[in-house]
């Protein structure tokens, strides 16, 4: 057996001790007879499995007792919908900061529910930075204020926290959640698609204040309804239970590995090897402002793009896949998850070196 180094944007790499220990139970779980795929999802095995994931996810990120945790389906994209759904609360308006190509998305589809106050965007620039709170324009009749705190395609990342004061902040987290440590109580409402850095896709996460809950609209499907979910313990409907008891084998990893403080630790030694190695090399370049840069998503460019596909070609002969970036933006992307180990952004930047040092 091979594995790869696995630099894709998502669905994405998964620790090995993961996927080994899913391998394992994967006929048996826990002498039950069965697959976590087979069971009921109201049977105690499963029950338990599903409450060991949030207890550790709360554990992980330090959720306050007045959060709700909710496992849904959909992807972030029916967050994009759920958000205005259930949080105008009888308002109009809505905040919104555009730092690129998730929160556009974000954007256009909360068009279909509110009046859309783009309180801020980088559009000027090509989405390489994050606007400064001092520059937005926020509403204060806003019925909440909503970031992209990590722009998964353009690779910039909000290191601050908004100040919106009584105003719910709302964070599109799919692409950095758990990479660090994060103060939940800052933001009302906190969602995320599993496939970036939790686990499987077919799993969303969804982490809210339980004031914000049960606003939605008379006439709102209770599919779509935080309240239903909530008040179901997510169990309203059949869950995602396979991606959920990854998830839960995810968490139960990233507490062995020290806890979010170690691990963004972590994260951050291996953007910077990546950042410094491009910031010294005359033939790659980061397009974003140095003080916004991702350290989940790191894109650069080559000098010439004549050479990007020679130079996915050698990475492939050398088991990186998945570094062509994406479309809109070009170039090349390599996304460093907390699964992703150091040894694999080591083995990138001697590539890169060596590829330089062929160019001349
Ligand atoms: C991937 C991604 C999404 C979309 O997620 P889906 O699960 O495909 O709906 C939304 N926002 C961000 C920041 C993402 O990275």
């Known amino acids: ?121 980088a559009e000027d620039a090509n989405f390489t930075y994050v606007p400064e709170q001092a520059r937005w324009t926020l509403d204060p009749a806003s019925a909440y204020v909503h970031i992209c705190s990590n722009e998964t395609i353009g690779g910039v990342e909000f290191h601050w926290v908004p100040d919106t004061g009584s105003v719910p902040l709302v964070a599109d987290m799919s692409s950095n959640i758990l990479s660090q440590p994060i103060d939940v109580a800052k933001y009302g409402l906190i969602y995320a698609g599993a496939q970036k850095n939790i686990g499987p896709a077919g799993l969303t996460i969804v982490i809210v204040r339980d004031d914000l809950l049960g606003h939605a609209p008379k006439g709102t499907a209770g599919m779509l309804d935080y309240k239903v979910h909530a008040d179901a313990q997510s169990m309203s409907n059949t869950p995602p239970t396979y991606a959920i008891y990854i998830a839960g084998l995810v968490f139960k990893w990233l507490k062995g590995q020290g806890g979010l403080a170690a691990v963004g630790e972590k994260n951050r030694a291996k953007a910077k090897l990546l950042y410094d190695f491009l910031d010294r090399s005359s033939l790659y370049r980061s397009p974003v402002r140095a003080a916004d840069r991702s350290i989940m998503n790191v894109p650069f460019t080559l000098r010439d793009e004549a050479l990007d596909e020679a130079f996915l070609k050698g990475a492939k002969e050398r088991g990186m896949i998945q570094l062509k970036g994406h479309r809109s933006v070009g170039g090349m992307r390599a996304s460093i998850y907390n699964a992703m180990p150091m040894e694999g952004v080591r083995l990138l930047v001697e590539y890169m070196k060596e590829f330089e040092a062929k160019q001349g």
Not at 23 to 52: N, P, Q, Y
Not at 54 to 75: H, M, S, T, W
């Open 1 to 121: 057996m091979t594995r790869v180094f696995n630099f894709s944007a998502g669905p994405a790499v998964l620790p090995e001790p993961v996927l080994e220990q899913a391998a394992a139970e994967m006929l048996d779980w826990h002498g039950s007879g069965m697959s976590v795929m087979e069971m009921s999802h109201r049977g105690k095995e499963f029950i338990a499995i599903a409450e060991s994931a949030e207890a550790d996810l709360r554990d992980l990120l330090g959720i306050p007792a007045n959060y709700k945790v909710l496992f849904l389906q959909g992807g972030a994209t029916l967050q994009f919908a759920m958000v205005p759904m259930n949080l105008l609360a009888g308002k109009k308006r809505a905040d919104y900061v555009n730092t690129g190509e998730w929160s556009k998305k974000a954007i256009k589809e909360a068009k279909s529910f509110a009046d859309v106050n783009v309180a801020a965007s």
